[in-house]
């Protein structure tokens, strides 16, 4: 990361329209900041800027010191004058000035306390920022596992016999599918390693399921088992949302479970 080297030769010099005496633009600032511009927040995260800040305050530091400096040579200087000693020709030019040096001072040590006021109303928008984006980071996770797993829930059921009957022929309730359908629903099952692939070792076909995983959160236009990865989250999401699911019909001779208990075709 490049980082501003600090510099005592900093130029810190007050607006030309700015006459001796005149306090500059109203609200206090030498910038013309207003209160709202110092307290204002931003959503978006700037990295490292808060290292160039730091290093210009530090420049604008050191400009303020050798400003106070020069102020304390030229008032012993003028107090030499009044007890009637006499000075160099440098010396008197530099004594006259004084005023210019008293009005530069004041203007840097104002601007440093209005960057200094910026820099820190900057670092608390920064750390909400950066703590919204955490946030917003965490809740994302969340919606995509819930997905996953709703995704992998509905697949995996979508393999037992009287449930593929009930999908074919629309029986109980349950939404009709075609028996294509059906066959991309069971390929796609496969690749999302919802179905165990023998011609791959577990590893292989997890690292698949996960690379599936991704394109079918993220909806990609990318043609996958007789379909899009955009279209087969769309119809699994249709498929989530209907009542079948809700309440899985029993194997022949077994008692309606209900939908707590629908994690048993996994046994």
């Not at 206090?28 to 990295?47: A, N, R």
């Not at 006259?96 to 440093?112: G, P």
């Not at 960057?115 to 608390?124: A, G, H, I, K």
């Not at 449930?163 to 075609?178: E, M, S, V, W, Y």
């Amino acid at each position: 990361m490049v980082q501003l080297s600090p510099s005592p030769h900093l130029e810190v010099t007050p607006p030309e329209h700015l006459e001796d005496g005149e306090d500059g633009p109203k609200g206090g600032s030498p910038l013309g900041l207003s209160t709202q511009q110092l307290s204002m927040e931003t959503s978006t995260i700037y990295h490292g800027y808060d290292l160039y800040i730091e290093d210009g305050l530090i420049c604008l530091k050191n400009k303020v010191r050798n400003l106070e400096k020069k102020k304390l040579k030229l008032e012993d200087y003028k107090r030499r004058l009044t007890w009637g000693e006499e000075l160099n020709h440098d010396q008197m030019a530099a004594v006259e000035k004084y005023e210019e040096v008293l009005h530069n001072l004041a203007f840097a040590q104002e601007l440093h306390k209005t960057l200094d006021e910026l820099t820190q109303n900057l670092l608390r928008a920064q750390r909400k920022a950066v703590k919204k984006e955490r946030v917003a980071k965490v809740e994302t996770e969340r919606r995509n596992l819930t997905s996953v797993l709703q995704f992998q829930h509905l697949l995996h059921i979508m393999q037992l016999e009287h449930i593929r009957k009930d999908l074919l022929a629309g029986h109980n309730q349950a939404p009709p599918i075609t028996a294509q359908q059906l066959q991309s629903l069971s390929q796609l099952a496969t690749l999302l390693g919802v179905k165990r692939d023998h011609t791959l070792s577990l590893e292989e076909q997890m690292e698949r399921a996960a690379v599936a995983y991704l394109d079918l959160l993220e909806g990609k236009d990318k043609p996958v088992a007789g379909s899009t990865y955009k279209l087969f989250k769309e119809e699994l999401a249709e498929l989530m949302n209907c009542k079948y699911f809700t309440c899985l019909p029993s194997p022949p001779n077994k008692p309606c479970r209900g939908v707590s208990e629908s994690q048993q075709p996994y046994r």
